[in-house]
């Protein structure tokens, strides 16, 4: 009964660095959503996916890239690693039901800093 | 059982009217209040609430927290049909625990 596993928990950066970050699900969700959240702010969505094969924006995606290739997985890429990505990210998931969305859960986060 | 619980489930009313969505918690490892809207997509975050009695404002929305009796309210005053919405209150302890959510339906 894992429901959503996010990895690495920790993660230290340099400037410039790559990474994904690792988001799966294994309870046949079709959603899957990306957050960050900043030191005393609320969760800012990333990027979200209705299904496999579909992703879109949410409302802070520059630098950001997702895919979606299966419905269980969801990864989280940086590219080119800045300090204004130092946060820490979860990933969620969610079903559809009669056009409504049930069932949200999160993952435990990760922490990610940028130096 | 619900460890967040929002009140009403649904509710229809006029524009212009003004609303107030309820939201109680049980206290684990308190971190956090949050609310969010909620459209066709994902959740869209509104407000975070730490501080008991400390009313936060955007534009006709607004919040408020009370620790000692653990709720918090979203008020939207002069409602307008945009505002009609699923309006999610979530608790951050350990782990975010969203609440079933409050359907707010808004008529021309």
């Known amino acids: 009964n894992a429901g959503v596993t996010q990895t690495p928990k920790f993660r230290i950066l340099k400037i410039g660095q790559s990474m994904t970050l690792q988001c799966a699900q294994d309870?046949?969700?079709?959603?899957m959503y990306w957050y960050r959240q900043d030191p005393g702010m609320g969760l800012k969505l990333i990027y979200y996916?209705?299904?496999?094969?579909?992703?879109d924006k949410g409302e802070v995606p520059n630098g950001y890239n997702v895919s979606r290739s299966t419905t269980e997985d969801f990864p989280l890429r940086l590219e080119l690693a800045a300090p204004s990505q130092t946060s820490v990210y979860f990933c969620?998931?969610?079903?559809?039901?009669?056009?409504?969305?049930?069932?949200?859960?999160f993952g435990s986060g990760t922490r990610l800093t940028v130096v | 059982e619900d460890k967040v619980v929002q009140s009403p489930l649904s509710l229809v009313v006029h524009e212009g009217d003004t609303v107030t969505l309820n939201c109680s918690y049980e206290?684990?490892?308190?971190?956090?209040l949050l609310w969010y809207k909620q459209e066709k997509k994902a959740p869209t975050f509104l407000f975070m609430l730490?501080?008991?009695?400390i009313e936060k404002k955007s534009g006709r929305l607004s919040s408020i927290l009370d620790k000692k009796e653990l709720f918090s309210i979203l008020n939207i005053t002069a409602t307008q049909t945009g505002d009609s919405a699923i309006y999610l209150c979530?608790?951050?302890?350990?782990?975010?625990?969203f609440g079933k959510g409050t359907r707010l339906h808004i008529l021309p």
């Open positions: 969620a998931s969610s079903y559809t039901l009669l056009g409504d969305l049930y069932g949200y859960t």
């Open positions: 309870m046949n969700h079709n959603y």
């Open positions: 996916s209705v299904g496999a094969g579909i992703t």
């Open positions: 206290v684990t490892n308190f971190r956090s």
């Open positions: 730490t501080s008991s009695g």
């Open positions: 979530a608790y951050r302890d350990d782990k975010i625990i």
